[in-house]
């Protein structure tokens, strides 16, 4: 089943939303749990906003593992006393190996409103990643062309090609040791594998993505990359929402025991950096980190 990757027993602190809470308003839900692994970000009668962990894909593929689509039904059919089939709708992906939000649509017209945000570059998208190695600048921006690849992969071109598609980051560094750096990367499109190629190509290729160039694994087939923010229009009401994953505790390391590297990152410094103005620290109930505001 799901790996473990909120580690701890005391969820006292984490209330689950009511049993009509798939009537709810637009207002973001509170933290309830589909299962230990996996915590309820966001959720009205249109969207469906959840934390996905590493390992677990989106839909399911050829290993036959629990894929987060079909879980997500089962939790609905349950809350929701649905007699029926649940809708639930795919408007974005994230690889396999990678951690954070998710967001589903509830109906048609939200999924194809979504989609087009999606298409048109109306959704904003932020992502942690632990790269090894420092970049030549604490903030860039990287722009390359990418195309498919063998075994669904991606690769570079040094002009661009037919088959080539623009892709374009930007980064800044938030932190760094002597062998590994911290950076909030934000995307402005979104190619296949774009975050992992285009770090890999400046020299920095995240931790644990054997594929791209890393030097070693981490536990549980991970990689360093955490889908951190994800921020659209609503699709029924046009406000703009922001949805924030939890931060593992130990994150990239995730369930590690006493043998396991500790995170370089003193998390309490650098996330009300990130969160903005007057930003806590908020440890829910299964030692996630999170952002909160005073």
């Not at 009537?23 to 309830?32: D, K, Q, V």
Request: hydrophobic share 40%.
């Amino acid at each position: 089943m799901l790996n473990r990757v909120l580690q701890g027993e005391n969820r006292e602190m984490v209330k689950p939303p009511p049993a009509d809470h798939c009537l709810e308003g637009p207002e973001p839900a509170p933290i309830a749990f589909v299962t230990p692994d996996w915590p309820v970000l966001y959720l009205d009668n249109h969207l469906l906003g959840l934390y996905k962990p590493a390992g677990v894909p989106v839909q399911g593929d050829r290993g036959g593992d629990p894929a987060l689509l079909d879980l997500a039904k089962g939790w609905l059919k349950e809350r929701c006393r649905k007699p029926g089939r649940v809708y639930l709708g795919l408007v974005h992906r994230l690889d396999r190996p990678v951690a954070g939000v998710m967001l589903f649509a509830r109906t048609s017209k939200a999924a194809g409103r979504l989609s087009e945000q999606f298409r048109n570059r109306g959704v904003t998208k932020e992502y942690l990643a632990v790269v090894a190695g420092r970049p030549p600048e604490d903030a860039g921006r990287l722009v390359h062309h990418l195309e498919r690849g063998e075994l669904r992969s991606s690769r570079i071109t040094p002009q661009p090609t037919e088959r080539s598609r623009e892709a374009r980051l930007s980064y800044r560094v938030l932190g760094h040791t002597e062998r590994s750096s911290l950076l909030q990367v934000a995307l402005e499109t979104g190619r296949k594998h774009q975050i992992r190629v285009q770090l890999a190509a400046a020299g920095c290729p995240i931790l644990g993505d054997l594929r791209y160039g890393a030097a070693a694994p981490l536990p549980q087939r991970q990689i360093a990359l955490l889908a951190w923010k994800l921020a659209i229009n609503h699709p029924i009401d046009g406000r703009r929402i922001q949805i924030t994953s939890p931060i593992p505790r130990g994150w990239p390391w995730p369930g590690a025991d006493s043998t396991a590297p500790a995170p370089p990152w003193n998390w309490r410094d650098i996330v009300p950096t990130l969160a903005g103005r007057g930003a806590l620290i908020a440890r829910a109930a299964n030692g996630c980190i999170a952002p909160g505001e005073k």
